[in-house]
């Protein structure tokens, strides 16, 4: 009986013996295998993270109406805001600029006032166009952009004289936008929005022209 139990036992262990062997042989080892586990992983997370449409931004349509909560915001609408926006862009740091190279006290006082409008102005003009997912520009125009070139050219009176031509031209082509907006908007944000707007710009050109330096090419050519 003994005998029987120790061949019995002597096959067991022959048998374990040869399974380990088999399973050594057909594993074959990768060199780093869990870094390339983690290198890849990452990488594909991220891919589909951006091919996923939920994670693009939403677009602002490029024309049109659309709802939003406070009333059918239209492209008109979109246009006086992102205007508003862009006259403080250029004006805003103009002004800034008049404070402190203006020959004329006068025109360093009303830059002074129109500066700090323009920075309350945009900020409306900020708030309102996040409320309205309206996208908003980043930089002056090409025209807007040779006013600015064209005023920091100058020194002395001449400065002046060149600073309240273009800031005075550029409130009073806004004017018309304004009066059509306030006129039309069926949004109630944009329809308040356009009346400060009105009387920021308004007030304005009032201040350029109590400097006196409002000449006749201050003024655009009349609509026929």
């Known amino acids: 009986m003994r005998l029987l139990n120790s061949r019995h036992l002597l096959i067991s262990c022959g048998v374990a013996a040869l399974c380990s062997l088999t399973a050594c042989a057909g594993y074959t080892p990768t060199p780093n295998a869990g870094t390339a586990n983690l290198s890849t992983e ?8 951006t091919d996923s449409p939920t994670a693009q931004p939403e677009e602002e349509p490029e024309a049109g ?6 009333g059918p915001l239209s492209e008109v609408d979109r246009e006086l805001i992102q ?3 862009l006259a403080s862009l250029w004006e805003m740091p103009m002004a800034q ?3 402190q190279r ?3 006290n006068r025109v360093r006082q009303v830059s002074k006032e129109i500066a700090a409008q323009h920075h309350a102005l945009d900020r409306q003009v900020r708030d309102l166009a996040t409320k309205l997912k309206v996208t908003l520009p980043v930089k002056p125009t090409d025209q807007q952009q040779g006013w600015m070139t064209d005023i920091s050219s100058k020194s002395g009176s001449a400065y002046d004289v060149t600073y309240v031509k273009w800031l005075r031209l ?10 059509t907006v306030r006129g ?10 356009s009346e400060q707007a009105n009387a920021a710009v308004l007030n304005h050109q009032r201040l350029l022209e109590s400097t006196g330096l409002t000449t006749s090419a201050s003024f655009p050519t009349p609509p026929a």
């Open 42 to 49: 990452p990488a594909a997370t991220e891919t589909e993270v």
């Open 65 to 70: 109406t659309r709802p939003t909560k406070w």
């Open 184 to 193: 039309s908007t069926q949004n109630t944000l944009v329809r308040r929005f």
């Open 97 to 99: 600029d008049a404070v």
């Open 102 to 104: 203006a020959s004329s």
């Open 83 to 85: 205007k508003v926006r």
């Open 170 to 179: 550029a409130h009073g082509q806004i004017f018309s936008l304004i009066g």
